[in-house]
């Protein structure tokens, strides 16, 4: 087990690496950043003078050298734009996420698993079909037009909730509904359909013919066998969380990582878009690690 | 439903305690399009630091009356006076504060301007003071000369631009910004809000805002919202779109223009029929209130009506497909390519409708003869068709938004239709000429010398082809006195804000 994570860790930190170089010099091929930071009536000396305040003068190898050694320490860079070191940025924006994040995906692993496996139980029932009626309206409604709906609904019509923001507990009730959403489209399905076939098996069936209770075959016998494609699919669906969502943080003015990100994108802050980056993979990283510990523990071939 | 009812009303009870977002007595909230990246003083030209920085933290020596049309108005200076041709002499205030404590003197400001020009920061300011070689010098703490090569008629006008900071603010850029103001910075979550506080040691007139806080929402329709559902005051900017109420609901010219910029030195254009063909191309007053909002006003330059020199006499082109395309069959019979294919390279997202309006043109030029094909880019891509050097290849028309609110065209005419000018596309000695006589001319003489130049560029050189002067929309709360002017597009005062 202490080999695989090992490997893991080895393979994820050559990943890590292999991204930072594609990122370097894939971001600084889409532009000057001083056209974009300097109003476009600044003269070619101010434009001189903010590439020279940033190394951006060099020619790209030695930024790159530089860029490395200065990670190498520890040191992120700067942002261009904001006058402040790139990885304090990133990580408030990223605490911001991680908590959208967990807070999301607790959520929807209680209510998915649960819905999903009454419906397997009662396949063919009313309760079932309406699962996955509202598994399929989940998983397909655009989040930006669900929270716009939502903002109408609940603070212009009702005045319940404040429009966005954060400092309440209120504040965080629509952006999490809404992230919520999608996620829990996806994954009731998947539980149904993982607890259906694991009803079917011969284990439940021998479970059944010896007279055990509903209750305890649902919740002792099956759900636990049933978990393993559900938690890949939880897992691909945090990471696009911890990579931010970004449409979701934009109109709640959430302080996020992927609006963080976008941005920096769009003004070719360098550092920004590197740092964030980076602590997004590394999140991801440990997260997967996560779930191939939850592998062995469900299942104990795999620990082997 | 009884339940329901309960939960509503718990919900709203704690809504009501939520504190920030909710705005109590004498405080508002104002909601900007876009976070704060920097607050430093000498970026408060960019639009949301001037929101917040321009005049409220910071001040400046003189000031642009943008309400009325009293010209360039004392601040930090109470009076100036010309010494000789090349010498302004400014009088300062005298018992000025910073909020940090420390007295006003000429020394600051002498400091304020040479932070702006130091490599140690990219400061925005600069530019305004570019090619004038500029010396400040304290003459003793309430006195300050400032002379330039060449001569700067407009100097009062130039010092509305030179956020004061003190002397002890260091080159770099700063995130604590000091300065004479009537508010102080007390609080910055990044990312989510700025405080600033009323100061009890203003030396003017207490304003009634006793506090404001800015938060930041990108997406238009929640801006808007939060003033409706009173989460904030004003909202400087909404879309025409949400723009719908009129007890709430200001259109304001921006101070934009919006044009397409012809560059004379690539084929067809250099051909003045050409140019006149496109002009006449296009159907203007069909985007008023269908695409652009009502309010718009077809352009006769690149500035707003409000600019000084503004020639009334000018009209804008008619819509006369059939007259362009005469003109383009002249043309070609003396051996113009007028079949030439070109670009019209529009920015997306630049304004609301941005690519439907390009869109819209690009049809109507194919329409009149034009074989023209539209190409959207995004902003870094734009900059480089927009400034020297230009891209080449393909001939192309760039369209583009110019703001100018600062009230004369100094800060338009060099950079863009001077044959050296950066994003000029006219190569043009009368024009040269006039624009260097405009902007070292005074008083009466300098408006008609621009007057001269407006007239000369829109009808015999046909510069441009020229689109609106755009509208924006702000919303302002009930519960507050606002009414939003081409300044607000770079400037927000409190202590214009009056509580009802």
């Known amino acids: 087990m202490k080999q695989q994570i090992g490997q893991r860790a080895l393979t994820s930190l050559i990943s890590l690496l292999g991204l930072v170089v594609l990122v370097f010099f894939l971001s600084r091929l889409t532009g000057d950043p001083a056209a974009l930071f300097l109003p476009v009536d600044a003269s070619e000396e101010m434009r001189q003078n903010f590439r020279a305040l940033h190394g951006l003068n060099d020619p790209i190898v030695v930024q790159f050298g530089n860029y490395m050694a200065d990670l190498a320490r520890g040191d992120f860079g700067e942002s261009l734009r904001r006058a402040r070191p790139a990885l304090d940025i990133v990580l408030e924006a990223f605490v911001w996420t991680l908590q959208l994040a967990l807070i999301t995906m607790s959520l929807v692993a209680v209510a998915a698993i649960f819905v999903g496996s009454v419906a397997a139980f009662t396949v063919g029932s009313k309760f079932d079909r309406f699962a996955s009626l509202l598994s399929l309206v989940g998983a397909s409604a655009p989040d930006f037009w669900v929270a716009i709906l939502a903002i109408v609904l609940f603070s212009l019509q009702l005045g319940w909730l404040p429009t966005s923001g954060t400092g309440t507990i209120w504040h965080w009730i629509m952006p999490v509904a809404v992230l919520f959403i999608r996620p829990f489209g996806l994954i009731l399905q998947v539980v149904r359909g993982s607890m259906l076939s694991a009803l079917g098996s011969p284990y439940v069936k021998t479970a059944r013919a010896k007279g055990v209770k509903s209750k305890s075959i649902i919740f002792v016998h099956t759900l636990r066998n049933g978990m393993l494609p559900v938690i890949t699919v939880m897992g691909d669906q945090a990471a696009a969380l911890l990579n931010g969502a970004v449409v979701v943080e934009s109109i709640f003015g959430f302080p996020g990582v992927g609006k963080l990100m976008i941005d920096a994108i769009l003004q070719r802050d360098f550092n920004v878009i590197l740092a964030a980056i980076m602590v997004t993979a590394l999140a991801i990283f440990i997260m997967n690690l996560l779930i191939d510990l939850s592998y062995a523990l469900l299942d104990p071939r795999i620990r082997k | ?500």
């Open chain 2, 1 to 500: 439903m009884k339940r329901g009812k309960y939960l509503a009303a718990t919900l709203l009870a704690a809504a009501a305690m939520a504190g920030p977002a909710m705005a109590q007595d004498s405080e508002v909230t104002i909601v900007l399009s876009e976070e704060l990246d920097l607050i430093d003083p000498c970026m408060a030209t960019r639009s949301n630091i001037g929101r917040v920085v321009l005049q409220n933290i910071s001040e400046t020596l003189t000031e642009l009356d943008v309400r009325g049309d009293g010209g360039v108005m004392p601040r930090l200076a109470e009076s100036w006076e010309l010494v000789d041709e090349n010498t302004w002499r400014f009088m300062l205030r005298d018992g000025v504060t910073f909020s940090d404590g420390t007295a006003f003197d000429a020394g600051d400001v002498v400091h304020s301007f040479e932070r702006t020009q130091s490599d140690a920061n990219s400061c925005e300011i600069s530019r305004y003071y570019e090619g004038i070689d500029m010396q400040l010098t304290a003459v003793d703490d309430l006195t300050l000369d400032i002379r330039t090569d060449p001569a700067q008629p407009i100097m009062p006008l130039l010092m509305t631009l030179l956020t004061i900071v003190p002397s002890e603010t260091s080159m770099e850029f700063t995130r604590d910004p000091i300065g004479t103001g009537p508010y102080q910075l007390t609080e910055w979550n990044v990312g989510q809000s700025i405080r600033l506080e009323r100061r009890d040691d203003y030396w003017g007139e207490a304003s009634d805002v006793s506090a404001a806080t800015y938060v930041f929402r990108s997406e238009p329709s929640v801006r808007a919202a939060m003033v409706q559902t009173g989460e904030a005051h004003i909202a400087p900017s909404i879309s025409a779109l949400e723009a719908t109420n009129p007890a709430t609901d200001f259109s304001y010219p921006n101070s934009e223009t919006t044009y397409l910029r012809i560059d004379q030195m690539t084929a067809p254009f250099g051909d003045v029929r050409v140019r006149q063909a496109l002009n006449m191309a296009i159907d203007r007053e069909a985007f008023i209130g269908t695409i652009l909002p009502d309010g718009s006003i077809p352009a006769v330059a690149v500035v707003p009506p409000t600019t000084l020199g503004w020639n009334g006499d000018l009209t804008t082109v008619d819509y006369d497909p059939e007259g362009a395309r005469a003109l383009l069959a002249e043309a070609k019979a003396d051996g113009v390519a007028v079949d030439t294919e070109f670009m019209v390279v529009g920015r997306i997202g630049n304004f609301p409708g941005a690519t439907e309006l390009y869109e819209a043109i690009t049809a109507m030029l194919t329409e009149a003869g034009f074989n023209a094909k539209l190409q959207m880019v995004e902003v870094a891509e734009h900059e480089q068709f927009y400034s020297r050097p230009y891209v080449e290849g393909t001939p192309y028309l760039i369209g583009a938004q110019h703001d100018n609110s600062r009230g004369d065209p100094v800060f338009s005419m060099y950079f863009k239709y001077h044959s050296e000018g950066r994003q000029s596309g006219v190569y043009d000695e009368r024009v040269d000429a006039l624009i260097d006589q405009a902007t070292a001319a005074t008083g009466d003489e300098r408006e008609a010398l621009w007057s001269e130049l407006f007239a000369l560029l829109h009808d015999e050189i046909v510069s441009d082809v020229l689109l609106f002067h755009m509208v924006g929309f702000a919303r302002v709360s009930e519960s507050i006195s606002f009414t939003p002017t081409i300044a607000t597009n770079s400037s927000l005062q409190l202590s214009e804000i009056g509580l009802e």
